[in-house]
């Protein structure tokens, strides 16, 4: 069911995107803090469609990061107005920060060193910030302001109560397309692949994609195995999520790190989602599938810090002069900016489905799942799993069984 609110919100997404989205991040004109030019599409240059595709891409993904943290008891309207907010106006104001030459992280600022005139920009290459810590903030404010799920924490000593998941493979599988898509999610963030140098560019960034991925999931297993940090297993799902954080940590500096850069990065997102997983049981947030703190927020926001450590032209580690420093401040300040904008537009909008009756479904529902009453269609119809015979409220085997009875007794009598 999460596969399909993922596509459902890709289809709003798409809409909303058209027509308000792109304007907000990318239109023209616009100022420092937002564009307002090309709604719908009017008047944009056919040379910026595949802009405008590629960045459609990156407002989906940070709508259907919430997906995973309100995931067994959000109302499906609110899964329609969150993911209409984020794609329509909340990300693209964050991505014309970020990423629009108008935009003020983008612009950044100048200052004098001797006789050089140098400027400091936001550096955030395939969104560590801008689209993976926005996306956590946001699923944060939906799981804080849905609450547990039923039985999440125990009522008596508040200790956080399993609910299992309904299949390993099945996860193991969407981390598998997660960490291909991954790839492709980094490596096309050069924009384009046909101009000299785009093609080195582009293996570099997906190298490092691929190193901090692996490296971010032998971390958590690891760290799993002891008893401060894990349960003493070799978990499998934890190893899954350490390898996501791996790849979200480095999205921001992948086009511009070594190879060793690529495999702290994804270390330290690994140990940076082990900690902030266990900081949201300690709060009693319940987010499902890890997506809050754990993937997207722990992995974004030393994603955006490490760019400025390690990165090959302004890093700290190679430079260590002002103009290091002062990337690193500019990068905090992004943080900061980020951070603020989506929880203060992401809260009120949640605030108020929550007032409305409209974030979170009835206890029966939720209790016995959403599937029949919200849509009409069991999730895993009775038939498709049943063993067929007589089992209570089959009406297939209770029009079947006496004709297999039938014959059952014919062939015994036959046989005797």
């Not at 960045?55 to 499906?76: H, L, N, W």
């Not at 993976?132 to 799981?143: K, T």
Request: net charge neutral; glycine share 12%; hydrophobic share 45%.
């Amino acid at each position: 069911m999460q596969g399909g609110f993922a596509f459902l919100e890709a289809v709003v997404s798409g809409v909303f995107y058209w027509l308000f989205g792109y304007s907000f991040g990318y239109g023209v004109p616009g100022n420092a803090f937002i564009g307002y030019g090309n709604f719908a599409h009017y008047e944009l240059p056919s040379s910026s469609l595949s802009s405008w595709i590629f960045q459609y891409v990156f407002a989906a993904t940070a709508a259907t990061i919430v997906s995973g943290a309100v995931a067994e008891r959000c109302d499906f309207v609110a899964y329609l107005v969150y993911s209409s907010a984020i794609t329509g106006f909340i990300y693209p104001v964050v991505s014309h920060w970020a990423w629009d030459p108008q935009g003020w992280l983008a612009k950044g600022f100048e200052y004098q060193d001797g006789n050089t005139t140098l400027t400091i920009k936001y550096l955030d290459f395939a969104g560590s910030g801008a689209v993976h810590m926005m996306g956590g903030i946001a699923a944060f404010c939906g799981a804080v302001m849905l609450g547990p799920r039923i039985g999440r924490f125990n009522k008596e000593t508040g200790e956080p109560e399993d609910i299992r998941g309904h299949s390993v493979p099945l996860a193991a599988l969407g981390a598998f397309i997660l960490l291909f898509g991954f790839l492709a999610f980094n490596g096309a963030s050069q924009g384009s692949i046909a101009s000299k140098g785009d093609g080195i560019a582009i293996s570099i960034a997906i190298k490092n994609t691929i190193v901090a991925g692996s490296s971010g999931a032998f971390t958590t297993m690891i760290m799993n195995k002891t008893k401060w940090f894990g349960d003493r297993k070799w978990s499998f799902l934890i190893t899954l999520n350490g390898c996501l954080t791996g790849m979200v940590s480095v999205c921001s500096g992948c086009n511009q790190i070594e190879t060793y850069a690529a495999f702290i990065m994804g270390m330290a997102g690994g140990v940076a989602y082990m900690i902030t997983t266990r900081a949201m049981l300690k709060l009693k947030v319940d987010d499902p599938l890890d997506a809050t703190a754990g993937i997207h927020y722990g992995g974004g926001i030393w994603g955006v810090i490490a760019v400025a450590i390690f990165s090959n032209d302004v890093g700290i580690l190679y430079n260590w002069d002002k103009r290091s420093g002062l990337v690193l401040l500019w990068q905090l300040a992004g943080i900061g900016a980020i951070a603020a904008w989506t929880a203060v537009t992401c809260l009120i909008m949640f605030y108020t489905l929550k007032k409305l009756r409209l974030l979170r479904v009835p206890f029966a529902y939720e209790y016995k799942g959403l599937d029949i009453p919200k849509h009409g269609e069991p999730a895993y119809p009775f038939e498709a799993y049943g063993h067929g015979w007589g089992e209570k409220g089959d009406a297939l085997s209770t029009m079947i069984l006496p004709t297999v009875e039938t014959s059952t007794t014919t062939l015994s009598t036959r046989d005797s």
